[in-house]
């Protein structure tokens, strides 16, 4: 039986493949062979690597949890779709791989941490008004994302985009239920870096025997990726509540009930911009996601190392070490 740790693993890699794979729907054409197997494995593997780094590193604020989704970014666009991650660099390590999958990624994070969590009705409330707005973006850039990567016409992918949210839906919600149920448990089941970083490994042999890569853009990526780490590492602390702590502890039943919301609204917000026309300028919507999306991939990075170097100034002049 597969113990808890495994099952949240499995949870948290469907939420993910849900983000990047369907809502950003990031199709050029058909995949190859290795693509697909990158997919397959990388998903699991990224899901692995997330929940062992921030378990190592105490990953305790958003702070944390945006250089974890840029970890995820970062290695989504260089090692599962670089056909359109890496399609016209430098441009695209910052819209599509530093913004749109590291975005999503944050989104996907959250959410899985909402799914698990005792929440109050207002923060409810709020995460629904919240999901049912990035459904509209998202509806929108479902609509019109296949012609910018030229993915081909609408009716080709419809049914196989229908097909895969059900079953990440699918995934989730097994995830959610065999999650948290406590006679899953196996205490000597913990994941380490070891094994995802492994499997991450492989398929970047893989990718380079297929030269998907460019030298420039491993050496530039793989250098975005150790900051974020970087960044993760510095915030560690020994001692205090993370946000791992509560994985699991919410009721089976009320973790199925949060999805059914969160999807209704996400799905009514997205049913509601998938039919909205495109305009000129500010007025077309697939132009302020995309400014949303090169804007995130250009400030998270330097934000974040901003604030968390601020606040180590704070700490080490209340020391009076400076």
Aim: with cysteine.
């Amino acid at each position: 039986m597969m113990s808890r740790r495994l099952w949240t693993t499995v949870f948290l890699a469907a939420m993910l493949a849900f983000g990047s794979e369907i809502l950003l729907w990031p199709h050029a054409g058909g995949r190859s062979v290795i693509g697909w197997i990158s997919t397959v494995i990388g998903y699991p593997a990224l899901a692995g690597l997330l929940l062992a780094l921030a378990e190592r590193f105490r990953m305790r604020d958003l702070f944390g949890l945006m250089a974890l989704a840029g970890v995820y970014g970062v290695l989504n666009g260089l090692l599962i779709t670089p056909d359109t991650a890496l399609a016209d660099i430098p441009r695209t390590w910052f819209t599509r791989m530093m913004g749109a999958h590291a975005f999503v990624g944050l989104l996907m994070l959250g959410l899985f941490l909402t799914l698990q969590y005792p929440w109050s009705r207002t923060k409810i409330i709020a995460l629904g008004v919240i999901t049912a707005l990035l459904g509209v973006a998202f509806g929108v850039w479902g609509r019109w994302a296949p012609e910018l990567y030229g993915a081909g016409g609408e009716v080709e992918r419809l049914p196989l985009q229908l097909v895969s949210m059900g079953v990440c839906l699918l995934i989730v919600l097994t995830g959610t239920v065999m999650a948290s149920r406590p006679q899953t448990y196996a205490p000597n089941s913990r994941l380490s870096v070891f094994a995802p970083a492994l499997a991450l490994f492989g398929i970047l042999i893989m990718r380079l025997l297929e030269g998907t890569l460019d030298s420039l853009s491993l050496v530039v990526t793989g250098t975005f990726a150790l900051l974020a780490v970087g960044v993760l590492y510095y915030q560690k602390r020994q001692k205090g509540p993370t946000l791992l702590d509560g994985l699991n502890t919410l009721p089976a039943d009320q973790s199925i009930y949060y999805l059914g919301m969160y999807a209704t609204f996400l799905y009514g917000g997205g049913y509601a911009g998938y039919f909205l026309e495109r305009g000129t300028g500010s007025g077309d919507p697939v132009y302020v996601i995309g400014v949303i999306f090169l804007a995130y991939g250009i400030v998270w990075l330097p934000a974040v190392a901003v604030v968390l170097g601020a606040r180590a100034f704070i700490r080490l002049s209340r020391q009076g070490r400076l």
